[in-house]
């Protein structure tokens, strides 16, 4: 079965860095989104992608976040300077449809930043 | 806007005993709701779903949920624990938006 893959699986780094933290969809499908789930809370929505562009995004999503699907596979998320707070298992999603379609996701990368 | 609320942070079951893991969902026009489980160090799994027609939906691994619109639930149960059963289960709503999840509930088995 097709599935969701994310790397780096962890990711270190210091306040202030970028980072860029990637994923390959399932190939037909057409809707993208990053999820985020800080260490003992819920799992966050953070943005969505479609059409090679932000459908929809949080609060959360401010300016030092970005997305981008490069070369028609993969999906990254970068962060412009990271923050302490920015530690947190980043999800990425992928849709065969609209919001409605079930979401699959990749495994996750755990984010630390120090 | 849609909300879904988790009652129970963790719950603990002997194998073989009933799973009943409780979701409500607040959402002002008909909801599409899932449960999707997470195992330690993997992603989020769909378990089941529930769009339109039969309130009682079958997922994977023996789970079921169904939807009650007078309560607005979508209980999630199990007839008989078993061990691989124990992760973080996570019910979630949307109504033509992004995916909202409530904070889950663990599930502990215990033999």
């Known amino acids: 079965e097709p599935e969701v893959t994310q790397t780096p699986s962890h990711q270190v780094t210091q306040m202030g860095q970028e980072v860029i933290l990637r994923c390959v969809p399932i190939?037909?499908?057409?809707?993208f989104y990053w999820y985020r789930q800080i260490l003992g809370q819920k799992v966050e929505f953070l943005v969505s992608?479609?059409?090679?562009?932000?459908?929809?995004k949080s609060e959360i999503f401010d300016d030092q976040f970005s997305v981008e699907r490069p070369d028609g596979s993969n999906f990254t998320l970068k962060i412009r300077s990271t923050k302490l707070e920015d530690s947190a298992m980043y999800f990425c999603?992928?849709?065969?449809?609209?919001?409605?379609?079930?979401?699959?996701f990749g495994n996750g990368t755990r984010l630390t930043v120090t | 806007a849609q909300s879904v609320t988790q009652l129970g942070s963790h719950v603990s079951v002997s194998e073989g005993a009933l799973v009943l893991l409780r979701c409500n969902y607040s959402?002002?026009?008909?909801?599409?709701l899932f449960w999707y489980v997470q195992y330690p160090n993997q992603g989020l799994q769909l378990l089941l779903k529930?769009?339109?027609?039969?309130?009682l939906v079958k997922g994977i691994n023996g789970f079921e949920a169904e939807f009650k619109k007078s309560e607005t639930s979508f209980h999630l149960t199990k007839p008989s624990a078993h061990m691989s059963d124990a992760a973080e289960y996570f019910c979630a709503v949307t109504a033509g938006t992004p995916l909202v999840f409530g904070k889950g509930t663990r599930l502990s088995v215990i033999a």
């Open positions: 190939s037909n499908h057409l809707y």
């Open positions: 959402s002002s026009v008909p909801p599409y």
């Open positions: 992608f479609y059409n090679n562009e932000i459908s929809e």
């Open positions: 529930y769009t339109t027609g039969a309130t």
């Open positions: 999603a992928s849709g065969l449809s609209s919001y409605n379609s079930p979401l699959h």
